[in-house]
């Protein structure tokens, strides 16, 4: 996948289909935020491919039910509500999200919802 854009990043298409043409600059991000997003994936990417995968990120609802005692009910909720963030945050069902693209694909969900918000969506 040779970056992302609107025809491969939910983000970007939501941007692009209101005519907001905001485009990610790895020079507007400043290096704390960058390291810190970076770890972030880190602890995601459970198998150390520098590739999140939806089972991945799926792993952390079922651990709530061993740190909270979570019911199923719970767990399956959390479990679909993570789902839905992380395949709007980039984490394509079938692919993944490749580590090179995660810093892009967290500022254009950051900017995606600022348009949102501006638009009182």
């Known amino acids: ?3 992302l854009d609107e025809t ?3 983000s970007y298409r939501y941007l692009r289909s209101v005519g907001n043409d905001w485009q990610f600059n790895v020079e507007d991000l400043h290096p704390k935020m960058l390291s810190r ?3 972030r994936f880190d602890t995601f990417d459970l198998d150390s491919d ?3 995968e939806m089972d991945e990120i799926l792993y952390w609802p079922d651990r709530m ?3 909270v005692n979570a019911t199923d009910e719970q767990v399956e909720k959390m479990r679909e509500a993570v789902r839905v963030f992380f395949f709007n945050k980039g984490v394509d069902p079938v692919h993944g ?3 090179e693209d995660w810093v892009e694909a967290n500022r254009v969900f950051a900017e995606a919802e600022r348009e949102r918000e ?3 969506e």
């Open 1 to 3: 996948m040779p970056g």
């Open 8 to 10: 491969n990043n939910e």
């Open 37 to 39: 997003l970076y770890k």
């Open 50 to 52: 520098e590739k999140m």
């Open 65 to 67: 039910r061993q740190l």
């Open 97 to 99: 999200l490749k580590r």
């Open 118 to 120: 501006r638009r009182g």
